[in-house]
């Protein structure tokens, strides 16, 4: 089985402070995104990546940063953390039949 | 830009009831297509795909969706829903190139006795 492993499932943070959130695959695949989830609001695609040290903005970009140096991870940054940014963050990769594999997630308090 | 549309926000339905969850995507060319089932508290499952060829696809559950081009839709069905249906879906498209996946905004389904 496809297994995408997020390294925290709970973290509580101050405003400012520098987060990271990991995720690593274990099926060789290409592309792995990041999302956050929020009530009313569905998946909304914070960045994605499709190669090693290729990145491509989604849809809310703003306030985080990605690093891709290897195929199996994908780490999510925000530099300085703030409580709009308080959320679920999901990683996901595809297989190669489009089939979207995703974490247990990472619910993330800003206070 | 590209983008998902789910218009309903919350549905109710009656136990044995049938079902039908509307999708709308925009695209510039036809995606790949997606429903994602989301029970309270638990991660996202696949019910079921569109790539190519037949229309109406069947998934797992006994869910199934259409696809139509005209429409730009790819609206789920289920001829009786069941009460353990309840929980959100989802659906979502990625460009052919298997990058960006989007999802839409989510409709919860709600099963009344």
């Known amino acids: 089985d496809v297994k995408v492993t997020q390294s925290s499932r709970y973290l509580v943070k101050r405003t400012g402070e520098k987060v990271f959130l990991e995720c690593v695959q274990d099926?060789?695949?290409?592309?792995m995104f990041w999302y956050r989830q929020d009530p009313g609001l569905g998946l909304r695609l914070i960045y994605f990546s499709y190669d090693v040290k290729m990145k491509e903005k989604g849809d809310i970009p703003e306030g985080y940063s990605v690093s891709r140096e290897k195929k199996e991870r994908f780490s999510l940054i925000l530099e300085s953390a703030s409580t709009n940014q308080t959320s679920m963050y999901l990683c996901?990769?595809?297989?190669?039949?489009?089939?979207?594999?995703f974490g247990e997630g990472s619910r993330l308090t800003v206070l | 830009a590209q983008s998902v549309t789910q218009p309903d926000i919350h549905i109710t339905v009656s136990e044995g009831a049938s079902l039908e969850l509307r999708c709308n995507y925009s695209y510039g060319a036809t995606p790949y297509l997606f429903w994602y089932v989301q029970s309270p508290g638990q991660g996202l499952q696949l019910l079921l795909k569109?790539?190519?060829?037949?229309?109406l696809v069947q998934g797992i559950k006994g869910f199934e969706a259409e696809f139509k081009r005209s429409q730009s839709s790819f609206n789920l069905r289920k001829p009786s829903v069941h009460w353990s249906d309840a929980a959100e879906y989802f659906c979502?498209?990625?460009?052919?190139?298997?990058?960006?996946?989007?999802f839409g905004t989510g409709t919860r389904l709600l099963v009344s006795p």
């Open positions: 569109y790539f190519s060829g037949d229309t």
């Open positions: 996901a990769s595809p297989d190669r039949t489009g089939e979207l594999f």
């Open positions: 099926m060789d695949h290409e592309n």
């Open positions: 979502a498209a990625m460009n052919t190139g298997f990058q960006k996946l989007v």
